[in-house]
């Protein structure tokens, strides 16, 4: 819960700062503080805010590494200097870590804008700058988490540029790096997220055929792809994207039903097939 991580990481910061020795390490503590509070409005699609926050997170981990390299002469203990570099490094990776999520949490701005060809520009930065955090890393755990990042970034430039272009190649491409994101995802949760927009992209796809053919096989499979999504973002928590997918559901049918009507010669039957379009 990055509300209560983010109380905890405060507590523990101001009690750092009422001691004397250990007291350059508070802000350090008040960083991490702020990227749960970032985390927190970028589960509530609040990116802007998000970003203001990753961004003073950022620069207090900058300040917490300065403080540190000029007290750390003061320190006379190898053990103690050693734990004093390892903190160090660590706060030069995490300001890494914060301007790469600023990165994409202006790449889901610019999607939710509507701005998808830069939207789809930014989240191949986004892929970029993680994979550089991620040659920092050696815990495996740590570098599979970034991992996931990478491609989920790379699945949403792909979705971005194929609605920016309706093509059905990339949608499929998308498609195929969010099922790879599922293999990387440690919960049923995320597993379920990332299969509902696998099964989204594959529906987007082949509606993207259909409308360049009407066969009436493409409908059936963006049909049946667009029900599973609803299901997998239902399994998810995903409300509002199921709901998404369900409403293109109705769309894509009554595109089918007007293409019917269209080619129908039996004026009563055009007449019913254009009622259920509507």
């Known amino acids: 819960n990055p509300a209560s991580a983010k109380e905890h990481y405060n507590r523990a910061a101001e009690l750092l700062e009422s001691t004397g020795k250990w007291n350059l390490l508070s802000t350090n503590y008040f960083a991490w503080a702020h990227v749960e509070d970032a985390e927190d409005l970028s589960q509530r699609e609040r990116c802007k805010e998000s970003i203001d926050a990753f961004g003073e997170a950022a620069r207090l981990f900058k300040d917490s590494e300065s403080k540190m390299r ?3 002469y003061r320190i006379e203990s190898t053990e103690e200097r050693q734990m004093m570099e390892m903190l160090m490094d660590a706060a030069d990776h995490r300001q890494g870590l914060c301007k790469a999520r600023i990165a994409l949490e202006e790449a889901r701005s610019l999607d939710k804008e509507g701005k998808l060809g830069s939207a789809s520009e930014k989240y191949g930065l986004v892929a970029e700058m993680f994979a550089k955090v991620k040659q920092g890393l050696t815990a495996d755990e740590d570098r599979k988490e970034i991992e996931l990042i990478i491609t989920l970034s790379k699945a949403w430039k792909a ?4 609605e920016a272009e309706s093509s059905p190649e990339l949608y499929e491409e998308a498609a195929h790096l969010f099922d790879e994101a599922k293999n990387l995802s440690p919960g049923d949760r995320a597993k379920n997220m990332a299969l509902g927009h696998s099964r989204l992209c594959m529906a987007l796809g082949a509606g993207a055929r259909y409308a360049d053919t009407s066969d009436s096989a493409l409908h059936a499979a963006a049909a049946q792809n667009l029900e599973s ?9 995903l409300q509002s994207a199921a709901e998404y997918a369900k409403a293109s559901k109705l769309l894509f ?12 010669e039996d004026q009563e039957k055009k007449t019913k097939l254009y009622t259920m379009a509507e």
């Open 229 to 237: 999504a609803a299901k997998y973002y239902l399994k998810a928590d």
């Open 70 to 72: 000029e007290q750390s």
């Open 159 to 162: 979705m971005a540029k194929a």
């Open 253 to 264: 049918d009554s595109y089918a039903y007007v293409n019917r009507a269209s080619s129908e």
